[in-house]
Antibody
Framework: QVQLVESGGGLVKPGGSLRLSCAAS????????MTWIRQAPGKGLQWLSYISSSGSTILYADSVKGRFTISRDNAKNSLFLQMNSLRAEDTAVYYC??????????WGQGTFVTVSS | DIQMTQSPSTLSASVGERVTITCRAS??????LAWYQQKPGKAPKLLIYKASTLESGVPSRFSGSGSGTDFTLTISSLQPDDFATYYC?????????FGGGTKVEIK
């Protein structure tokens, strides 16, 4: 069965960096585009970034462009999100999701990132 | 960016009631709309895509309709397991955007 497992969240100071990982299993990872989506405490869902199946096309939300970098390793069935220059407003649960024609039919359980001094 | 507006933000209903949630897009998105259900502490779960297509395994009491800018999610007979927050999402263009959510509470 399809599984997405995020890791790498934690407490980081403002201005710091964190690298999130998403381990995929149960499907041919290299066949699917992937996405990161976050949810601040008590708030709604925010799309952050997209990477095509080959990694050749990458898109970002304006709020994270220039600070976050999405990447993938198809040989290791893994998705990554490098987050730099973190701010308090980046505090959220971060989900990786498998996309299908624009919507998301599989989500990980999420990893929590807290940005605080 | 396409703005997605959901209403109401909170809805109180009883088991067995018919519930309707509305989602409005700031510009036409054809039928490129999905609905998700989220329970506290859990990831969202896909319910409906392409405005009205039920995801496999989702109970038939859920239905979606609409096109262009106005969409609805209907639960024909609310069940105890349906108390949750519901989000719409457009996938007509990037950045993908979500509605603010509708929390369905027990009356």
């Amino acid at each position: 069965q399809v599984q997405l497992v995020e890791s790498g969240g934690g407490l980081v100071k403002p201005g710091g960096s964190l690298r999130l990982s998403c381990a995929a299993s149960g499907f041919i990872f290299s066949d699917y585009y992937m996405t990161w989506i976050r949810q601040a405490p008590g708030k709604g869902l925010q799309w952050l970034s997209y990477i095509s199946s080959s990694g050749s096309t990458i898109l970002y939300a304006d709020s994270v462009k220039g600070r976050f970098t999405i990447s993938r390793d198809n040989a290791k069935n893994s998705l990554f999100l490098q987050m730099n220059s973190l701010r308090a407003e980046d505090t959220a649960v971060y989900y990786c999701a498998r996309g299908l024609n624009g919507y998301y039919n599989y989500w990980g359980q999420g990893t929590f990132v807290t940005v605080s001094s | 960016d396409i703005q997605m507006t959901q209403s109401p933000s909170t809805l109180s209903a009883s088991v067995g009631e018919r519930v309707t949630i509305t989602c409005r897009a700031s510009e036409s998105i054809s039928r490129w709309l999905a609905w998700y259900q989220q329970k506290p502490g859990k990831a969202p779960k896909l319910l409906i895509y392409k405005a009205s297509t039920l995801e496999s395994g989702v109970p038939s009491r859920f239905s979606g309709s609409g096109s262009g800018t106005d969409f609805t999610l209907t639960i024909s007979s609310l069940q105890p397991d349906d108390f949750a927050t519901y989000y719409c999402q457009q996938y007509d263009s990037f950045p993908r955007t979500f509605g603010g959510g509708t929390k369905v509470e027990i009356k």
